[in-house]
């Protein structure tokens, strides 16, 4: 909810003010400590406190690439957006300067090719000193109107693309921005017209010690009636210089945007390569992700086929063991009928050497021992004589004889 843009906000340049910040870095601003505590909740009229305190400006630095705050206060304003008046307030404050440099920098981003022109071009005669924080997180000295300078002409600026704006000569033909004008054109203009007038009395005193046939006075009317001589001539040569000042700067300008445009090549050049390389990694990656997927999957067949053969070897080794079992059973009752087999016949015959008086006696014998052990079992010949008749009265009940 923090960081979820203004619902009355409008989209600038097609999409949401906030991706004007490459997704990185707008994902590193919402993890700075300063975005969590000194920024949650700001409006637009307590973010001019906040913008009051910086004491420097910059991308980001580091190993781990953090944001200053006055990233987090741009972020802050793309999210909110505040109006326009309020923009070009902070542009027009000349006691903060870094509060000038965030609305400048906010204008740049958010503001349209004509607003851009008419808010910044000012900034140049505002030669402040300010202090930059670069990438390695040191400190350098630059201006404001070398910020200025970097926001009309280049096409980054802080670590981030800054959008792309036309340029000033194209604006001028299209009628939709006037000529610039220095601030020190009057100082320029005011300097001039005192040295044609030091120039013009010295000529006019000069012509009168030279030609004493004409008069002083008519000198001096037909100077300030403009139709002196001298005062064409002086006319004629600041034309000539104002053309030839105006031909170098345009000589200039051309220059000027010829090394820009050679740079901004350049830049995309760079960038381009940056994602020849990004591309060539992601492909890589791609590969690689490929790779490994095939790896997982040659590994799920392996193990489908393992476990397969260990249960093929496991249904051998059933039948194995029901086979060995049956042949074990069949042999078990083999030998049972077998043994009946034996019995029987030895039931069914009778021994030669055996003798009638001898199976008399070898059949009683069985029937005294069975005796013996039914009076042993009885308990009624216990030594102990109250066991003795507790046995008798068990036995006569057909309970078990105590021992």
């Not at 690439?65 to 027009?92: A, S, Y």
Request: charged share 50%; glycine share 6%.
């Amino acid at each position: 909810m923090a960081n979820r843009t203004d619902p009355a906000a409008k989209s600038i340049h097609g999409t949401n003010p906030q991706n004007l910040v490459e997704k990185i870095l707008r994902s590193k601003i919402y993890q700075n400590t300063y975005w969590k505590e000194q920024c949650f909740g700001l409006t637009a009229e307590t973010l001019v406190d906040k913008a009051m305190e910086l004491d420097h400006l910059g991308g980001t630095y580091g190993g781990s690439r953090k944001p200053t705050p006055f990233m987090c206060l741009i972020l802050k304003m793309l999210q909110i957006q505040p109006d326009k008046e309020i923009v070009v307030e902070f542009i027009k404050n000349d006691e903060y300067k870094y509060v000038r440099v965030l609305g400048a920098f906010y204008m740049r981003l958010t503001g349209s090719v004509t607003d851009v022109y008419r808010y910044l071009e000012p900034l140049y005669n505002d030669y402040r000193k300010l202090r930059l924080k670069l990438s390695e997180g040191k400190f350098c000295l630059t201006h404001v109107d070398e910020v200025i300078d970097e926001l009309l002409t280049k096409d980054y600026s802080c670590d981030i693309a800054l959008p792309r704006v036309q340029k000033r000569w194209t604006l001028e033909a299209c009628g939709l921005l006037e000529p610039r004008r220095s601030a020190l054109e009057d100082d320029f203009e005011e300097e001039e017209e005192k040295e044609e007038e030091e120039q013009a009395m010295d000529s006019v005193e000069d012509d009168t010690h030279e030609k004493a046939s004409i008069p002083f006075i008519f000198l001096c009317y037909n100077y300030y009636r403009g139709r002196s001589p001298i005062r064409e001539r002086d006319r004629d040569r600041r034309r000539d210089r104002q053309y030839r000042d105006r031909d170098y700067e345009r000589d200039y300008g051309r220059g000027r945007e010829r090394d820009r445009d050679r740079d901004r090549d350049r830049d995309r050049e760079r960038d381009r390569d940056k994602d020849r390389d990004r591309d060539r990694d992601r492909e890589r990656d791609r590969h690689r992700l490929r790779d490994d997927r095939d790896y997982g999957r040659e590994r799920e067949r392996e193990r489908d086929r393992e476990g397969r053969e260990r249960e093929r070897r496991d249904r051998e080794r059933g039948r194995r063991r029901s086979r060995s079992r049956s042949r074990s059973r069949d042999r078990r009752d083999r030998d049972h009928e077998d043994g009946d087999h034996r019995k029987r016949r030895t039931r069914g015959s009778v021994s030669p050497r055996r003798r009638p008086e001898d199976d008399g006696s070898t059949r009683d014998e069985p029937k005294k021992k069975k005796e013996k052990k039914e009076k042993k079992s009885d308990g009624t010949d216990h030594p102990d004589p109250e066991i003795a008749e507790a046995n008798r009265l068990r036995a006569s009940l057909g309970l078990k004889p105590l021992k």
